[in-house]
C-alpha cells in the first residue's frame, strides 16, 4: 500500500503569513494527490486536486504543487478561517490519506 | 444541489453487525465511484473502502477487508456499507463522498455518522 507522509504534523502561525505544508508518497503517484481542509466535527472540503487544481470556490490564496512523490500545498496569505487541519489524499492506487497537519494560532 | 446523507449508525457491541447507508441527490449517482472515510475520535481521516460507478468494482482497506462490504443501488441513488464482526476500533464517525470524475479525489461530502462499539 502507499504511505503518505505529512509534515510538519502541527504548525503556528499568525494571520498573514505563508505557510507551506509537505506531502511525501512512499512511490511515485504522478500527480494523483488531493488536498482537504477540515474544521472541527465538520465533514473535510476539497481544496486542490490533480495536484495543482484549485477546486471551484476555493480561495486563490490556496495553491498545490509537486509530482511524482514530493507535493505541497501553499496558503500565500493566512486568514483567520483557514485555521483548521490539512490532509492530503493520494487516489493513484486505491486512496490513502497523510496523517495530517494542524495550523493553529501563534 | 448535491446532497449525501448518511444513516444507520449507532451504538453496536463487539461482535456485531451494522449497516451503514448514503442517500445521493442532484447528481448523476450511477456515474460517480464512491466512497467511506471514517475518523476516530480525536484521531485523522481513514479510507476504507470505495466502489466504481457504473461497473461496481470494489476496493476495501486492509483494516476492514473481510469484515465490510460496500455495494450500491444505483437504482435507489444509494450507497451501502454492511460491517459485521465489529472491533472497538472500529468506533468512528463514517462519512460518505462522491468522486470528482472517476476513481479519484472526493469533492461532496456528508454530514458523517457516528458509529460506537463498546459492550
Known amino acids: 500500500a502507499i504511505q503518505m507522509t505529512q509534515s510538519p504534523s502541527s504548525l503556528s502561525a499568525s494571520v498573514g503569513d505563508r505557510v507551506t505544508i509537505t506531502c511525501r508518497a512512499s512511490?511515485?503517484?504522478?500527480?494523483?494527490l488531493a488536498w482537504y481542509q477540515q474544521k472541527a466535527g465538520k465533514a473535510p472540503k476539497l481544496l486542490i486536486y490533480?495536484?495543482?487544481s484549485l477546486q471551484s470556490g476555493v480561495p486563490s490564496r490556496f495553491s498545490g504543487s509537486g509530482s511524482g512523490t514530493d507535493f505541497i500545498l501553499t496558503i500565500s496569505s493566512l486568514q483567520p478561517e483557514d485555521f483548521a487541519t490539512y490532509y492530503c489524499?493520494?487516489?493513484?492506487?486505491?486512496?490513502?490519506f497523510g496523517q495530517g497537519t494542524t495550523v493553529d494560532i501563534k | 444541489e448535491v446532497q449525501l446523507l448518511e444513516s444507520g449508525g449507532g451504538l453496536v457491541q463487539p461482535g456485531g453487525s451494522l449497516r451503514l447507508s448514503c442517500a445521493a441527490s442532484?447528481?448523476?449517482?450511477?456515474?460517480?465511484?464512491m466512497t467511506w472515510v471514517r475518523q476516530a475520535p480525536g484521531k485523522g481521516l481513514e479510507w476504507i473502502s470505495g466502489?466504481?460507478?457504473?461497473?461496481?468494482?470494489?476496493y476495501y482497506a486492509d483494516s476492514v477487508k473481510g469484515r465490510f462490504t460496500i455495494s450500491r443501488d444505483n437504482s435507489k441513488n444509494t450507497l451501502y456499507l454492511q460491517m459485521n464482526s465489529l472491533r472497538a476500533e472500529d468506533t468512528a464517525v463514517y462519512y460518505c463522498?462522491?468522486?470528482?470524475?472517476?476513481?479519484?479525489?472526493?469533492?461532496?461530502w456528508g454530514q458523517g455518522t457516528m458509529v460506537t462499539v463498546s459492550s
Open positions: 463522498a462522491k468522486s470528482v470524475a472517476g476513481m479519484d479525489a472526493f469533492d461532496i
Open positions: 442532484g447528481f448523476t449517482f450511477r456515474k460517480y465511484a
Open positions: 466502489i466504481s460507478g457504473s461497473e461496481g468494482r470494489t
Open positions: 512511490q511515485d503517484i504522478r500527480n494523483d
Open positions: 490533480a495536484a495543482s
Open positions: 489524499l493520494q487516489d493513484y492506487i486505491s486512496w490513502t
